[in-house]
């Protein structure tokens, strides 16, 4: 999931790391959308006089930093081997099953952005609200959330299946990057082909595997789970050139640096992983993408022995971001089959344990921002840094950071702690809007990260449906691994 917005410099040719799920890009190109509600909300300035109503909160910025700082222990304390088998059960969350009244409005809250972005014509979802281009990656957000809201009796049968006959009718008759596999983006309306924020201008910028994994593996769940969606589903799979997608065991992308074709090693612990088991689901070769283990090494954050890959921007070109969206996606989707639940335990460990020492509710993960740069990774660590926020070209922004209501939600239909219930009330409390959930709360700024994205609704609406089911997605569609 990255922003991928500048193609990267033959030095840097690796940096489609961790895919192109660009809803960073298409944000930016919202810029004069954001430009009055930045105006009525501006970020707050710099404080001089102790005096001032929002001393303490610089204070308390500058103490959780200071804490961030020395909670950083290289190296980390490792996972035993006997904790890293992955569970041939896929995992079920404690307190599963049927949801109750709130979780039900938070279902229909996160469907409520859809039925405003969804393009009839077409079938297809718009990315960020309002702004007609979409990825592969947020159509399959798209299709997550079309399940849940049938799922969950938001929708109609009648109404599902209409929405999503032309959404995969357009899948499988998409314009395609060199008549070989979906475009990076799309302007959601017209279907053509395009660069970032450039709707109208017809433009080829190459493939990502990242998308097209998690593409892959909802259309593996519609394909098992609805019978009369599988031939419309095969129709899309063999029109696409999806051998293109692997070499040697990797996912490869493709990007267009100065007019010329890269192909470039895409993902890193984390997303590589969840990608590439979608693709394994139908029949690719992606046993190097994933080893969980080659790559990984261990960080200790707040006590907790947290995994990152050693493969980093000094060493490869890519940022090698610590995430919590890949691990829940994994979690609710495969039931930790592509990464091992003993990471997705840290990685909430020492979030939970942040908590604890600077009392900053902890959620983190990539999203669109409401102001510039309008996409950040809040990451646990990347690139040698604990507890950064940074954009895909490495500009810091640390007073950006913000508790990411999808990986709040998520957390807690997974573990169902005490410290996820915080999490998810504390969304109900500050992050609802009238058309869908808010990305996040702004640590620093005390305040809503006010962009709203199909792929922070999407995951939402999924993870509730996940709660519902019992079971992890694919397992509960009846996908054969």
């Known amino acids: 999931m990255d922003s991928d917005f500048q193609p990267p410099p033959k030095s840097l040719s690796l940096l489609a790391s961790v895919g192109g799920v660009v809803t960073a890009i298409i944000a930016i190109a919202t810029l ?16 001089s006089k102790s005096d001032s109503p929002n001393a303490k909160v610089e204070t308390q910025a500058q103490k959780v930093a200071k804490l961030d700082n020395e909670s950083v222990i290289l190296p980390g304390k490792a996972i035993p081997a006997s904790e890293l088998t992955i569970s041939k059960a896929p995992y079920v969350a404690p307190g599963v099953g049927k949801l109750d009244a709130v979780e039900m409005a938070t ?9 405003r972005n969804w393009n009839d014509q077409t079938g297809l979802v718009n990315a960020v609200d309002g702004f007609a281009s979409v990825t592969m990656w947020d159509q399959a957000a798209a299709i997550a959330a079309l399940v849940s809201a049938r799922e969950l009796n938001i929708i ?12 995969l009718q357009t899948l499988a008759s998409l314009p395609l990057y060199k008549g070989e596999l979906p475009n990076k983006v799309y302007n959601s309306k017209t279907l053509i082909p395009v660069n970032y924020g450039q709707l109208d201008q017809r433009e080829e910028i190459g493939w990502s595997a990242i998308d097209l994994g998690r593409m892959a593996l909802w259309l593996k769940i519609v394909e098992a789970k609805y019978p009369k969606m599988r031939s419309p589903v095969q129709k899309v799979w063999q029109r696409w050139q999806v051998k293109r997608l692997t070499k040697n065991g990797q996912m490869y992308g493709t990007a267009v640096v100065q007019g ?8 890193r612990l984390g997303y590589e992983n969840y990608a590439a088991y979608g693709l394994k689901l139908w029949g690719l070769d992606v046993k190097q993408a994933l080893d969980y283990k080659s790559n990984t090494a261990f960080v200790n954050l707040y006590g907790q022995g947290v995994p990152y890959d050693r493969r980093d921007a000094k060493n490869s070109g890519a940022n090698n971001y610590v995430l919590s969206e890949p691990y829940i ?6 039931g930790f089959q592509a990464l091992p639940k003993a990471y997705a335990d840290r990685i909430l460990a020492a979030q939970a344990a942040r908590y604890q020492a600077t009392k900053e509710l902890t959620a983190l993960t990539e999203d669109n921002l409401d102001r510039p740069p309008y996409f950040v990774y809040n990451s646990l660590f990347v690139n040698g840094k604990p507890w950064a926020t940074i954009t895909d070209t490495q500009e810091q922004h640390n007073n950006l950071r913000f508790l990411s209501a999808k990986a709040a939600v998520g957390w807690h239909v997974l573990y169902n702690t005490a410290y996820t219930r915080q999490l998810f009330d504390f969304v109900q409390t500050n992050l609802k809007s009238k058309d869908g959930w808010f990305n996040g709360f702004y640590e620093s700024l005390r305040q809503p990260n006010k ?8 995951v939402i609406l999924e993870s509730l449906l996940y709660k519902q089911v019992g079971k992890p997605l694919t397992v509960w569609a009846g996908v054969k691994n």
């Open 329 to 334: 996606l994994d979690g609710i989707e495969t």
């Open 32 to 47: 004069n959308f954001w430009s009055n509600q930045i105006s009525q909300n501006p970020q707050t300035p710099a404080i």
């Open 107 to 115: 279902a229909r809250q996160a469907w409520s952005y859809f039925q």
């Open 156 to 167: 109609s049968e009648a109404e599902f299946e209409a929405k999503l006959t032309k959404m």
């Open 451 to 458: 962009s709203l994205t199909a792929n922070n609704n999407g």
């Open 260 to 267: 010329k074709e890269q192909h470039n090693q895409e993902g």
